[in-house]
């Protein structure tokens, strides 16, 4: 079962428009394709999704699960979304309850075991590595660890164990860690244990029906049935604009963390058809990922162009994320900057440069040098735009009242 619901609040304008695990990443892939693709890879071919927020590009991208091998009969993908009650309307009330509200589909698929992740990470795992783990230490749950530097572990919640990696203390986010063991968000569960907690915390008041505020915490504290998994290969949360960022760059290191060429481990997605990326005759291109359907003409540095961007003659792209469909035109420039799908760059204009300056508008969103444009944005000829600026999804030349737009400074409708 994979929590596909999310916002991701933290990524600003790029989810103005889609759910986070539909969020374009790694040149070609959406982030859900590695948590669709470590299912199949592990050899889980019965899998549901559940969506929530702002799901149409999720529900298209993933459809009927083709690119996975998720099209088949008695199993396969199927996306589960807030349905009516009699009483009215009812949406998630968190990922313990989205879980809740389809035991009935669990159910019909009769297993042994589940596994529940989140559609928001990018990593590599092997399920069936874990589950062996779980069986070994015959657990009724297993939740899936890594260490992480102490200076992190404010940012994680923490668990700390006895020496069979019985997890015996959960901390949330703490200030004053016991540990370095983080819980990823991965989870397998005896059915039947999991099922009976979901029907208890379905009927609590005082919970709030979330697997790592209630459901976790309640298990350490009462069973003692959970056990600790420690996960030593890539995973990466990339929840806010800098770990996006840094995480789409690092692709570009001569040897990269994240291997997507492992023939034995692919990652799979649906793409549009776009023919093979041109390179013009004066085009520079170094250290970078460059998708099907791209045309440089100009410089491109240390970046990832998804399908079709267009980068003009005398263009400049360096250290910078361009999603599907952006266009750079002459003799524009691009640093630090994360764009998002089909935004547009006029002729002569000059974005990530200057001096990093507080965001005005939602500093603990945009507090980096990366300049963020949104969907569709169309940037006018000869603007100089600074660092740590956004662009909101669908602005237009007559919205910017000036030719200099100041770091820290926002654009929007």
Known sequence: MILAGGQGTRLGVLTEH???????FGGKYRIIDFSLSNCVNSGIYKVGVLTQYKPHVLNAHIGIGRPWDLDRMGGGVTILQPYTYETGNVWFRGTADAIYENLDFVDKMGPKYVVILSGDHIYAMDYMDMLNFHLSKRAQATCACMNVPLSETK???IMVTDLERKIVEFQEKPEEAKGTLASLGIYIFNWDFLRNRLVEDASDESSS????HDIIPKIVSESGALYAYEFEGYWRDVGTLQ?????NLELTYSIPPLNLYNPSWRFYTRTQEMPPAFFGPEAVVTNSLI????EIYGVVENSVLFQGVKVAPGAIVRNSVLL???QLL????VQQTISAEAAQIGAGSRIGLGNFAENREDPKVYESPITVLGYNAQIP???MIGKNCVIHSDVRPEHFPESSVPSGSSISK
């Open 18 to 24: 889609i759910a986070k695990p539909a969020v374009p």
């Open 330 to 333: 002459e003799g524009s420039e």
């Open 324 to 326: 599907t469909g952006t």
């Open 155 to 157: 940012r994680f919640g």
């Open 209 to 212: 029906h979330d697997f790592g």
């Open 381 to 383: 000829e000869n603007v």
């Open 291 to 294: 998708s099907e359907g791209c």
């Open 243 to 247: 770990s996006y960022w840094e995480t």
